[in-house]
Antibody
Framework: EVQLLESGGDLVRPGGSLRLSCAAS????????MSWVRQAPGKGLEWVSS????????YYAGSVKGRFTISRDISKNTLYLQMDSLRAEDTAIYFC???????????WGQGTLVIVSS | DIQMTQSPSSVSASVGDRVTISCRAS??????LAWYQQKPGKAPKLLIYTASGLQSGVPSRFSGSGSGTDFTLTISTLQPEDFANYYCQQANNFPLTFGGGTKVEIK
């Protein structure tokens, strides 16, 4: 059974940093691209970042480019999102998602809440 | 960036109704479109990929169609468990983008 378990969400002050983790199990982690998608309270879905199977290619939404870094540790079956220079508008539930073929998301974690507030 | 526009933003329907949701891309995306269902407090669930492919385990009352810029999600016979939010997503280009969502409500 595919499982994605996010962690690391917290309350952080504007300008602060946070690292999210997503522990993957139930599938061969190093043969699928992975992504982060977020959802602000009461709002729709927003794609944040993706990383290719090899990890050589990373992609970011314009709103987070230069501030967020996606990475993966194959040995730990874990996906990360390093978030720096956080802003109030980054407040959201952050979902980890497994890509199916093209960048469609066939499995999602339960999400981890990030609140950026002073 | 490719803009995805869904319509309507909400629809009121009864159990047994046929419901159609539209999604329009601001530029051609071939068939690289997915549809998701999301219930309150839950993660989204993939329903349709590549515009018309039914994800494993998804009931056959869900179907997708379209290519290029115009796409449709159809629920043929609405069931009580189908009341939820629905999102389209294009996978043709980065940045990946979602539609604004359609809320299917009980009439």
């Amino acid at each position: 059974e595919v499982q994605l378990l996010e962690s690391g969400g917290d309350l952080v002050r504007p300008g602060g940093s946070l690292r999210l983790s997503c522990a993957a199990s139930g599938f061969t982690f190093d043969t699928y691209a992975m992504s982060w998608v977020r959802q602000a309270p009461g709002k729709g879905l927003e794609w944040v970042s993706s990383i290719s199977i090899s990890g050589d290619n990373t992609y970011y939404a314009g709103s987070v480019k230069g501030r967020f870094t996606i990475s993966r540790d194959i040995s730990k079956n874990t996906l990360y999102l390093q978030m720096d220079s956080l802003r109030a508008e980054d407040t959201a539930i952050y979902f980890c998602a497994k890509a199916r073929g093209y960048y469609y998301f066939d499995y999602w974690g339960q999400g981890t809440l990030v609140i950026v507030s002073s | 960036d490719i803009q995805m526009t869904q319509s309507p933003s909400s629809v009121s329907a009864s159990v047994g109704d046929r419901v159609t949701i539209s999604c329009r891309a601001s530029q051609r995306i071939s068939s690289l479109l997915a549809w998701y269902q999301q219930k309150p407090g839950k993660a989204p669930k993939l329903l349709i990929y590549t515009a018309s492919g039914l994800q494993s385990g998804v009931p056959s009352r869900f179907s997708g169609s379209g290519s290029g810029t115009d796409f449709t999600l159809t629920i043929s016979t609405l069931q009580p468990e189908d009341f939820a939010n629905y999102y389209c997503q294009q996978a043709n280009n980065f940045p990946l983008t979602f539609g604004g969502g359609t809320k299917v409500e009980i009439k």
